[in-house]
């Protein structure tokens, strides 16, 4: 599985990864971040990288350059995909990374735990 991200307008974003997933093949998320408001003692969920797509597919990356191509008008609202020499964004070291920290719905939970004199005790999350 490869993993490619885009940057995109941030106003489009939530309609951009909609299409992205209407299409065969392909599995289009925002990772989210679980952020904890100390005014409201509520969690919220915010985009851990603001205005970035990511993509899960099995095209490798010519595939997938003529896919987004392909796309025309149904991908307005993508700024570029971010690569580098026509090598994907992301690693199988760095996919591995996005796994280890992120859950089933793409989203870095909080982590829970306690002090102890002066130390934080994580007990559960990253």
Same mark, same amino acid.
């Given at each position: 599985?490869?993993?490619?991200?885009?940057?995109?307008?941030?106003?489009?974003?939530?309609?951009?990864?909609?299409?992205?997933?209407?299409?065969?093949?392909?599995?289009?998320?925002?990772?989210?971040?679980?952020?904890?408001?100390?005014?409201?003692?509520? !969690?919220?969920?915010?985009? =851990?990288?603001?205005? +970035? $797509?990511?993509?899960?597919? #099995?095209?490798?990356?010519?595939?997938?350059? &003529?896919?987004?191509?392909?796309?025309?008008?149904?991908?307005?609202?993508?700024?570029?995909?971010?690569?580098?020499?026509?090598?994907?964004?992301?690693?199988?070291?760095?996919?591995? !990374?996005?796994?280890?920290? =992120?859950?089933?719905? +793409? $989203?870095?939970?909080?982590? #829970?735990?306690?002090?102890?004199?002066?130390? &934080?005790?994580?007990?559960?999350?990253?």
């Amino acid at each position: 599985m490869n993993c490619y991200v885009l940057y995109c307008q941030s106003y489009k974003i939530e309609n951009l990864c909609q299409r992205f997933n209407q299409k065969e093949g392909i599995e289009a998320f925002i990772p989210q971040i679980e952020k904890h408001l100390h005014s409201t003692n509520e !969690l919220v969920l915010k985009p =851990l990288f603001p205005g +970035y $797509i990511f993509i899960k597919t #099995k095209m490798n990356q010519i595939e997938f350059d &003529t896919f987004l191509l392909l796309m025309k008008e149904e991908k307005n609202g993508v700024i570029r995909e971010l690569k580098k020499d026509d090598v994907s964004a992301l690693t199988k070291d760095e996919i591995h !990374l996005l796994k280890l920290l =992120l859950n089933e719905q +793409y $989203i870095l939970k909080m982590s #829970k735990g306690y002090k102890q004199t002066n130390k &934080t005790i994580i007990i559960e999350g990253p």
